[in-house]
C-alpha cells in the first residue's frame, strides 16, 4: 500500500471537514424540494450505516481495545452520536470537568465534579479572583466552558448546574475568644 493511501486526518482538519459538512447540510436543508428530501435521506441514511458498522467494531472490540477507541476524541463523539460509547455519560462528563480543572485554577478558580441528578450534571464552582485583571473573562465564562464541556462529552444529559461555592462569612477571632463576664 502507497503511503498516500494510509495518510490520516490531523485533527484540524478533521475539524474544518466537519464544519464544511455543517455548512453544506444547513445550506441543503433550507433548500425547498424533493431533491433535497433526498439528500438529506440519504445523509442520514449513510449515518446510520456507518453507525451500524461502528457498534460491528465495538462487538468484535475486547474490553481494553473499546476503551483506547473511546479515548481518542473523535471517535468517542461518534460512539456518542450513535448512542454506542461504552463508558456511562457520568464518567465521560466527569473526565471532562477534571481536564478542564487545570485552566480554571490557572485563572484562580476551581471546578469539581459532583455527580449527576436525574439528567442534570452538577459541579461545583469556586469563583477565580487571584489573577487580576490580566485573566479576562470570569465566572459566567468558566460556566460557560465547562457546560459546553460537559454537554459534549455526555449530550445524553439536558443540563448543568453549576453549584456555586461561597466563602464563609468573617468572624472576629476575638468573638470566638472573649467570654463575657457572668
Do not use: N
Not at 35 to 48: D, I, N, W
Amino acid at each position: 500500500m502507497a503511503e498516500a493511501d494510509t495518510a490520516r486526518l490531523a485533527d484540524p482538519d478533521v475539524e474544518a471537514r466537519l464544519g464544511r459538512l455543517d455548512e453544506l447540510l444547513e445550506g441543503l436543508e433550507s433548500a425547498p424540494g424533493p431533491t433535497t428530501r433526498s439528500a438529506t435521506e440519504a445523509v442520514a441514511l449513510l449515518t446510520e450505516v456507518y453507525g451500524e458498522a461502528l457498534a460491528r467494531v465495538l462487538d468484535h472490540a475486547d474490553e481494553q481495545v473499546a476503551e483506547r477507541l473511546a479515548e481518542d476524541e473523535l471517535l468517542g463523539h461518534l460512539m456518542v452520536l450513535h448512542d454506542i460509547h461504552p463508558e456511562p455519560a457520568e464518567r465521560r462528563a466527569a473526565r471532562a470537568v477534571e481536564r478542564l480543572r487545570p485552566a480554571v485554577q490557572e485563572r484562580g478558580g476551581d471546578v469539581e465534579w459532583a455527580g449527576v441528578e436525574g439528567q442534570v450534571a452538577r459541579v461545583r464552582l469556586k469563583a477565580g479572583g487571584g489573577c487580576g485583571s490580566g485573566c479576562g473573562g470570569g465566572g459566567s465564562e468558566v460556566t460557560d466552558a465547562v457546560r459546553a464541556a460537559v454537554l459534549a462529552a455526555a449530550p445524553e444529559l439536558t443540563a448543568v448546574e453549576p453549584l456555586t461555592e461561597t466563602a464563609p462569612a468573617f468572624v472576629p477571632l476575638t468573638t470566638l475568644t472573649h467570654r463575657s463576664a457572668p
